[in-house]
């Protein structure tokens, strides 16, 4: 498996290579969670339901401290290299854990420091079309390849060999040389921070919105696409690996990138189309597109909001924190229908609840001006 260090020098950055790779090894983190539930529902003895838990824990120290950490803390590299040295000992602790309470303590700690990784990350480059395609490629790179390495792992040694692995990957970005520039020496110290603006509002509300809505039906799809539409299991897995890899060049994408919520009124459509058909072919193919639709707009949506703030540095962590929270309440949402045998009604509910916040996100972009000057 590519470390992130090899991830860093493979995507040729214009931004810091050790925040690049300490997202990296943020979203091999995430990635490498849906894979645990079994392994970790075998050796706790409970369901794979109940064993989910973890992931509603880790995400919601995600959204807690994506919310919190710009507030108390300014950027630093003494940060950063906390929040690694933190990663890597609440991964090697929950290898250790004998209880599953105790487990999911640890996890919610471990979505702390994720959650710090990913506001330097972004904080540092948000506004700036060019660099952010440099952060958002990282999850797409490290989905192709992390997935089956951690799929495969936890098959075969179970969840503490993936809890191990995840500690010492956290110290390799440690690795990198660190630039003699400060993090984000231009952005806003925590006692200056501005408060959202009403547009900054919609804007965020409709992040959490589209992402509630994707994560209410992606988190099944692989279960529909054996269940419904009666693909081999392996055949949905190369699904996955082709929507992270056809989402590659769209993150990497260093140009303008107008209209974006239409981009992800596509995604809204590819929601529709995996809920609603019994093709394996078609369903394959929209899964792999919902990658591309989901990369090529999310950044210009966060180039919209930093566009429309009066410090674009300050809403780096609201953007992440709205986005966990969807992310924490989709698959609850979604679990509602999918235990109902109501897949394709919740295509509707979801899909039409994505279209409406890419809807609005264009309306946003169309009669409400960019704050040019705040803009840096």
């Known amino acids: 498996m590519q470390s992130p260090v090899q991830v860093v020098t493979l995507l040729r950055p214009n931004t810091r290579s050790d925040l690049l790779a300490a997202t990296a090894f943020s979203s091999l983190v995430f990635t490498a969670t849906p894979f645990l539930l079994p392994a970790v529902a075998e050796q706790y003895g409970i369901s794979v339901g109940f064993a989910a838990l973890i992931s509603t ?45 105790g487990l999911l303590v640890l996890r919610f700690a471990s979505g702390v420091s994720m959650a710090i990784i990913a506001w330097l990350g972004w904080q540092e480059v948000f506004g700036d079309s060019d660099r952010m395609g440099d952060v958002a490629v990282v999850g797409p790179v490290v989905g192709i390849v992390g997935a089956p390495i951690a799929a495969a792992l936890a098959e075969r040694s179970g969840a503490d060999a993936v809890f191990v692995m995840l500690a010492m990957v956290a110290l390799t970005p440690l690795l990198v040389r660190a630039p003699s520039q400060p993090l984000s020496a231009n952005a806003p110290r925590k006692a200056d921070r501005s408060r959202p603006i ?85 369903f394959w193919l929209a899964l792999m597109l919902w990658g591309l639709a989901f990369w090529a707009g999310v950044p210009g949506i966060f180039k919209l909001l930093a566009e429309r703030s009066v410090n674009p540095a300050d809403r780096a962590g609201d953007a992440q924190s709205v986005m966990a929270a969807g992310r924490v309440i989709g698959p609850l949402f979604g679990a509602v229908f999918f235990e109902a045998g109501s897949i394709q009604i919740l295509g509707f509910a979801a899909a039409g609840l994505m279209a409406i916040c890419a809807a609005t996100l264009v309306a946003v972009e169309r009669r409400v001006p960019p704050l040019a000057s705040k803009v840096s």
Do not use: E
């Open 57 to 101: 824990a880790q995400l919601g120290g995600f959204v807690v401290a994506s919310w919190l950490v710009g507030r108390i803390f300014d950027p630093s590299r003494k940060l950063l290299v906390w929040a690694l040295l933190a990663a890597a000992g609440f991964h090697a602790l929950s290898a250790l854990s004998p209880w599953f309470w």
């Open 198 to 282: 009403p547009v900054t509002r919609v804007i965020l509300a409709c992040l959490g919105g589209l992402t509630l809505g994707g994560s209410a039906i992606f988190v099944f799809a692989a279960a529909i696409g054996v269940d419904n539409v009666g693909l081999d299991p392996f055949i949905v897995s190369l699904a996955f690996s082709a929507n992270a890899a056809i989402s590659i060049p769209a993150a990497r994408y260093r140009g303008n990138r107008p209209l974006s919520g239409l981009w992800l009124l596509g995604t809204a459509a590819m929601a529709m189309v995996v809920t609603n058909v019994t093709l394996g072919p078609i």
